[in-house]
């Protein structure tokens, strides 16, 4: 089985609204390994979702423990686009934390979900390069922030689904729904939204015997 363990949105304060607006995590379980089956019960006990076992072994092995979806939006600024691509309004950043808080919270979260355990593999699951490539690297530069390790590399699910099915999505997550005859959750450009679609597409692929393998490059 795969459950959303955790979804969290990070807003930007106004300066930096024109080049980030959303950032979403949601944590699945990628599947059951021997030995690491109890830990996986309580951690999806402890969110609620009461999953048993025997389903979550209906997935293939995979190399990971967990997946890490992720999904950052940005405004276009040229041509500007009305309303907002995103669906966020400047009232909704005001008064929220800096970038610098947001990662700091998210370690936190990554060390307490047991994530940053050298023997729990794990990974982050994006449509595209550009959100850990370009787009945090770019928004940490440009404040001196450091970028963690574990953003350095990821699963870039467009590629992922070109290997699995032959053909490239050349419209991202609307050409992988079609592909796999899924219902596309949400409106197209919402970082929850776009995560929950990310998630489905893993688990059809899963279903199916995909084996997810890292493909970006080492920095």
Same mark, same amino acid.
């Given at each position: 089985?795969?459950?959303?363990?955790?979804?969290?949105? @990070?807003? +930007?304060?106004?300066?930096?609204?024109?080049?980030?607006?959303?950032?979403?995590?949601?944590?699945?379980?990628?599947?059951?390994? *021997?030995?690491?089956? =109890?830990?996986?019960?309580?951690?999806?006990?402890?969110?609620?979702?009461?999953?048993? !076992? @025997?389903?979550? /072994?209906?997935?293939?092995?995979?190399?990971?423990?967990? +997946?890490?979806?992720?999904?950052?939006?940005?405004?276009?600024?040229?041509?500007?686009?009305?309303?907002?691509?995103?669906?966020?309004?400047?009232? !909704?950043?005001?008064?929220?934390?800096?970038?610098?808080?947001?990662?700091?919270?998210?370690?936190?979260?990554?060390?307490?979900?047991?994530?940053?355990?050298? /023997?729990?593999?794990?990974?982050?699951?994006?449509?595209?390069?550009?959100?850990?490539?370009?787009?945090?690297?770019?928004?940490?530069?440009?404040?001196?922030?450091?970028?963690?390790?574990?953003?350095?590399?990821?699963?870039?699910?467009?590629?992922?689904?070109? +290997?699995?099915?032959? /053909?490239?999505? *050349?419209?991202?997550?609307?050409?992988?729904?079609?592909?796999?005859?899924?219902?596309?959750?949400?409106?197209?450009? =919402?970082?929850?939204?776009?995560? *929950?679609?990310?998630?489905?597409?893993?688990?059809?692929? @899963?279903?199916?015997? +995909?084996?997810? *393998?890292?493909? /970006?490059?080492?920095?």
């Amino acid at each position: 089985m795969i459950a959303l363990l955790h979804t969290g949105a @990070a807003k +930007f304060p106004q300066n930096l609204l024109p080049r980030a607006r959303q950032a979403v995590c949601s944590l699945l379980p990628a599947g059951v390994l *021997k030995g690491y089956g =109890s830990i996986v019960s309580r951690k999806l006990a402890s969110h609620g979702f009461g999953a048993s !076992m @025997a389903a979550m /072994s209906s997935f293939p092995p995979q190399r990971y423990h967990y +997946f890490l979806v992720l999904d950052f939006e940005a405004t276009c600024d040229k041509p500007q686009i009305h309303p907002q691509l995103t669906g966020i309004i400047q009232g !909704m950043v005001d008064g929220q934390p800096s970038l610098q808080q947001v990662l700091e919270r998210v370690d936190e979260w990554m060390a307490k979900e047991g994530l940053l355990d050298p /023997s729990v593999k794990s990974i982050f699951v994006t449509c595209g390069d550009w959100d850990l490539k370009v787009m945090l690297p770019g928004q940490c530069q440009y404040l001196g922030l450091p970028v963690a390790d574990y953003f350095k590399q990821w699963i870039n699910l467009k590629k992922a689904y070109s +290997f699995a099915m032959g /053909s490239w999505p *050349k419209n991202g997550l609307l050409d992988m729904n079609k592909g796999l005859n899924l219902q596309h959750i949400g409106r197209p450009h =919402s970082g929850i939204d776009d995560c *929950k679609n990310i998630a489905n597409i893993m688990k059809t692929l @899963a279903h199916r015997g +995909f084996i997810f *393998k890292q493909t /970006s490059k080492p920095f």
